[in-house]
DNA sequence: TTGACTACTTACCTGTAGGTAGGTAACTTT
DNA sequence: AAAGTTACCTACCTACAGGTAAGTAGTCAA
């Protein structure tokens, strides 16, 4: 988290709190209090909820991409650990969840861009896992049976509840999900 | 839904508004002018939003036992349509998603009694599938590597993960995401 | 050194949320 | 028939949400 202009701030922590709480939990004064900021400064920067909320998105999606630089050159599995790492963070940081589960979760009560802004992210995640799964599957790393496009839709499925069900079940629970999740990537069938 | 009397149909609409929106986005007037009664007269039924996302708990594990009870002499397969058959019908009675999943996805920020319903409520869903997989693998209908517990709670992270990603990705996903999960039930690995 | 811009603050408005107190009409029990 | 109980309603309160308008102190450029 390297903020260091308020607005980057404002956008930082509105992301962690609707990774804690949800889109309709969160609210301005939480940023504020944590920023020793008035209110109506975070409405200078993002004039609507939907403003941040948007912000938010693209700040996630930011950080999904400079992983993928980040491993561009790794074998595959270590782009799969890559991942899990993102996920493992958020876990531990405070039983956060990932911003495509907040936004999937309450779809249906949030505004349209914001509906769209989590499609589009969901849907650049899922082609990143879809190429890695299918590069590891060409260079020998990676053996599964039926498509890479089946595999993570359902990689997908899995993650988003894997990371909401380990706040109820706790750390042993999420690990255990992520590690037979990877066994997918090893099976033949 | 067979709700007769107003705290019937008041505990039967909050479940459909929180499977909709969520804990924090539902509230009171929803429900109240959807039965033309007054906000205060929800109270009368149930004091607090708390005692009410209890009894909404409590609803839907009814419902979850009484499809239990209907399918227990039935073949394994049997019992996981059944199973299916109520995430589609969430999923097509206006994108709802399972309460486990609003419960888990707002987790951080619901009063201590509403996390404890939920974490018995996910609890006894483990166990069903447990008990159903493994009676499955005894009577042959079933096939899988690995133990039942470790399959239940994979499942049960994919089922509250699908329905949440369907509602972005549409019924086709949905639909996917859950055939593949019920191959897991015939295979060697 | 003036004028524009930035980064806020103060002060306020509107709507709505959950919740409560007290009343009342109708039914139910004794 | 009286007394209690149920199922509401009216009227209200408090808190807080998102949002806006107007001002101000400091920076920065011409």
Chains 1, 2 share one sequence.
């Not at 949030?110 to 995640?125: H, M, N, R, S």
Request: glycine share 8%; proline share 2%; aromatic share 12%.
């Amino acid at each position: 988290m390297l903020a260091n202009t308020t607005k980057e701030k404002i956008v930082e922590l509105g992301r962690g709190f609707i990774q804690h709480g949800g889109y309709h939990q969160f609210n301005y004064k939480q940023i504020a209090t944590e920023l020793n900021i008035k209110n109506a400064a975070i409405h200078h920067y993002y004039p609507s909820k939907e403003d941040l909320g948007l912000a938010v998105i693209e700040k996630d999606k930011q950080y999904f991409e400079q992983m993928n630089k980040r491993v561009e050159d790794k074998i595959p599995m270590e782009k799969i650990e890559a991942l899990f790492k993102i996920y493992y963070d958020y876990f531990n940081d405070g039983n956060k969840i990932c911003i495509i589960g907040t936004f999937s979760s309450a779809y249906n009560e949030i505004p349209e861009k914001i509906q769209k802004g989590a499609k589009d992210y969901l849907e650049l995640v899922n082609k990143w896992l879809i190429t890695t799964f299918e590069s590891g599957r060409k260079s020998g790393h990676f053996k599964f049976k039926g498509t890479a496009k089946d595999l993570a839709d359902f990689w997908v499925a899995t993650l988003t509840g894997a990371i909401q069900i380990g706040r109820i079940r706790g750390a042993g629970y999420f690990r255990q999900i992520l590690k037979n999740l990877k066994m997918t990537l090893d099976s033949d069938c």
